[in-house]
């Protein structure tokens, strides 16, 4: 069963939106466990279905959050639609929308345009209710961060207005059953549970007190500290490597000099496979880079994937390319997303990452790269 750890996640894009990361990774100083009474449900918009005003009798309420970025909460949203068919009664299924990513100096909620698209253009693979957390990110604050909840997709079963169960949706079909026939055992669920959630508290305070002045510098824009910093850090704590890399190399890229960033990255993909992907994200949707830094990126993730499938992925190639000012490279790879786009929408495949909308999209961003090559 697979969760996509929030601060994992953070950190990795931390490079290039560090002001969103210290919010979005920061401790509750609420606790809630198993058998606590349900907080309420405050949200900046119910996108789909009947609104839920309160938590009514026996009557069982699963949230399930999860965020766009997130692609187990994606793929798990076709079966907890057919979860949702097979309770009809007995069970209402929220979505909650949680942890989107938002511009430097902008609220959360204007990340709510682009929650409501994905669920319209998801509307088949999400059969149940879907609301979207508020501008105070309460249901993110008081519900996963009380729980200890660092990662999503996370579950909440709530019964009597009481939390019964926290976990992971994979594990709703072994739970439900139990809950309503009688047999759930929520004492000693919780017992295990408060344990876990103590663990992950403590780990998440150790990392947060660890990157704080590193963030803080960043904040000052004292860049050469904070570089300073994240070397003292690694020497201290090396088991921060892979993520204070990921700063140091978003650090560089966006605030020092690209070209030290690219010495970097060449250097560390040396041990990190995974440079290539980081890179392409750092840049292919962002303005202003060198031409030379965007042929870097784009060239260093294809030589990577030589046989490059993934219509996402080309799509951010192309736009690499673009940006460089090599339409022929762009729209070769425009084509290519387009034709995987399509392919994967006809079979059913990359659910809640590829519909109608994306293949509109690209084949619009295909006209254009066509119009600057003058085809």
């Known amino acids: 069963m697979k969760k996509m750890n929030l601060a994992a996640w953070m950190l990795l894009v931390s490079a290039f939106v560090f ?8 401790q509750s100083k609420n606790k809630l466990s198993i058998g606590d009474q349900a907080p309420p449900l405050k949200y900046s918009k119910w996108i789909k279905g009947k609104p839920v005003k309160s938590f009514e009798g026996d ?5 399930e959050f999860w965020a766009t970025w997130c692609g187990p909460c994606k793929a798990a949203m076709p079966h907890l639609t057919e979860l949702q068919k097979e309770y009809k009664g007995k069970a209402t299924f929220i979505g909650v929308g949680v942890w989107e990513k938002v511009e430097e100096g902008k609220p959360y909620e204007s990340s709510l345009p682009m929650l409501e698209k994905f669920v319209k ?3 088949a693979n999400m059969g149940y209710s879907v609301v979207a957390d508020n501008n105070e990110q309460f249901m993110g604050n008081n519900w996963l961060k009380a729980a200890g909840e660092n990662g999503i997709p996370s579950t909440f079963i709530v019964k009597n207005n009481q939390i019964i169960w926290i976990g992971h949706p994979g594990s709703l079909d072994s739970t439900l059953p139990g809950i309503l026939n009688g047999t759930y055992d929520m004492a000693a669920f919780k017992a295990s549970f408060d ?3 103590e663990a992950r508290r403590g780990e998440m305070a150790t990392m947060q007190a660890a990157l704080k002045p590193i ?3 960043i904040t000052n824009k004292d860049y050469k500290s904070s570089l300073s910093l994240m070397d003292k850090l690694v020497a201290d704590s090396p088991q921060y490597k892979f993520m204070v890399d990921q700063m140091r190399f978003g650090v560089l890229l966006n605030y020092v000099n690209q070209q030290q960033a690219i010495e970097f990255a060449r250097e560390l993909q040396k041990t990190n496979k995974s440079v290539p992907g980081i890179a392409l994200s750092a840049v292919y949707n962002k303005n202003g880079f060198d031409k030379s830094t965007y042929l ?4 260093t993730f294809e030589e990577a994937n030589p046989n490059l499938t993934n219509p996402v992925a080309l799509d951010a190639v192309a736009s690499c390319y673009a940006k460089a000012g090599d339409y022929a490279s762009a729209i070769a790879n425009e084509e290519k997303a387009v034709e995987g786009a399509r392919k994967a929408l006809k079979n ?12 509109v999209e690209y084949e619009k961003t295909l006209e254009n790269y066509k119009k600057m090559k003058g085809i």
Request: negative net charge; glycine residues 14%.
């Open 19 to 26: 002001s969103y990361a210290g919010t979005a990774t920061g």
């Open 59 to 63: 009557h069982l309420y699963v949230l």
């Open 121 to 123: 253009g998801n509307d």
């Open 195 to 197: 344990r876990k959630a």
């Open 215 to 217: 963030q803080d510098a």
């Open 296 to 299: 870097w990126a784009a060239k």
């Open 348 to 359: 059913g495949e990359m659910v809640g990452t590829i519909m109608d909308y994306t293949v």
